[in-house]
């Protein structure tokens, strides 16, 4: 692994260490774990970090291509834990027993460390496609991506489905779908709430790419 991304890394789990904190300081100074959820949520958004690592060293060291594709798949699958984490400000509603600025600088550190384990992530997994197909299918990549993981965010917060649901309830799951897939028009808040999200993740996957990509151009300049 390079020193860029063991630095990355360190970044990330340092902040990670910062939420974990924060939460740890609440309980005690509350009395109640309101936010230990937050620390599940963030964990489950280092899996699709930790998976697209592995893809991208496999693919610089010629891994089999059936590898590359499961830990491809599985990072697709698991993608929408990442950004899911903004959706958490809705704990704000009924925050209690801590200042709301304590609340809010603790969901931010979290949704951000979401936000940029997710990005993170999708950059290596678009570096991938980048090399192996050219970068219009690269980008193409991305945004379909950033849709799927939209309205899996969807799936989780509000129809309360879980990654790992496509393993243990395929069935189930396949089936609740294809009732909206069949009639989408029925479901305008699914559709419009999909495309305002996906409009945010691909502005701030932008900003977070273009920094990325300056940062790696002034280390080649060196």
Do not use: C
Not at 14 to 29: C, D, I, K, P, T
Not at 147 to 156: A, D, H, R
Not at 157 to 162: F, L, T, V, Y
């Amino acid at each position: 692994m390079s020193n860029r991304r063991l630095v990355l890394l360190a970044s990330l789990a340092g902040l990670s260490a910062l939420v974990v904190a924060m939460v740890a300081v609440r309980v005690v100074y509350t009395g109640n774990s309101q936010y230990v959820s937050l620390l599940w949520n963030l964990f489950l958004a280092w899996i699709p970090f930790a998976l697209a690592l592995r893809v991208y060293e496999g693919y610089r060291r010629r891994a089999a291509a059936l590898s590359l594709w499961a830990g491809g798949l599985l990072w697709l699958v698991f993608f929408p834990n990442a950004p899911y984490i903004v959706t958490d400000f809705k704990y704000l509603r009924d925050w209690t027993g801590a200042p709301i600025w304590y609340d809010a600088v603790l969901l931010s550190a979290a949704a951000g460390g979401g936000l940029l384990l997710g990005f993170a992530s999708l950059y290596m997994m678009q570096a991938v496609i980048r090399r192996a197909l050219g970068t219009v299918y690269a980008w193409l990549f991305a945004v379909g991506v950033l849709g799927l993981s939209s309205f899996g965010v969807y799936l989780g917060r509000i129809q309360r489905w879980n990654s790992w649901d496509v393993f243990t309830r395929p069935r189930v799951l396949a089936t609740d779908l294809w009732s909206g897939i069949v009639n989408p028009l029925e479901h305008p808040k699914v559709i419009a709430g999909t495309i305002v999200f996906t409009v945010f993740l691909a502005a701030t996957y932008l900003v977070f790419y273009s920094l990325a990509g300056e940062s790696i151009r002034e280390r080649a300049k060196r």
